[in-house]
């Protein structure tokens, strides 16, 4: 998600749960606690997958809402992670 104002990225987008697509949660987690992982070709994140489930996650029309603002204050708390528009 983008945050359009600074053109920074607010938060990845990380779906699971649900069967053929049908009732899968989306979870924002902040940017910054993504770490891309060059042998595996993909991110890595520092959190359990029990600390992802218990995470702030929606439908991915609520995620984008009012521009993504209200889950990016939530999953930043939610992390503990300082914001970067601070």
Do not use: C
């Not at 938060?11 to 979870?27: D, I, Q």
């Not at 520092?46 to 439908?59: F, G, I, M, R, V």
């Amino acid at each position: 998600m983008l945050d359009k104002q600074s053109s920074n990225i607010m938060y990845a987008v990380v779906g699971f749960g649900g069967f053929l697509g049908m009732g899968e949660k989306f979870h924002p987690v902040p940017w910054s606690q993504l770490d891309y992982h060059m042998d595996d070709g993909a991110y890595v994140v520092p959190y359990t997958k029990d600390q992802l489930q218990a995470a702030p996650a929606d439908s991915l029309d609520a995620l984008t809402r009012d521009d993504g603002m209200a889950f990016r204050d939530k999953a930043y708390q939610y992390y503990k992670v300082k914001p970067y528009w601070q």
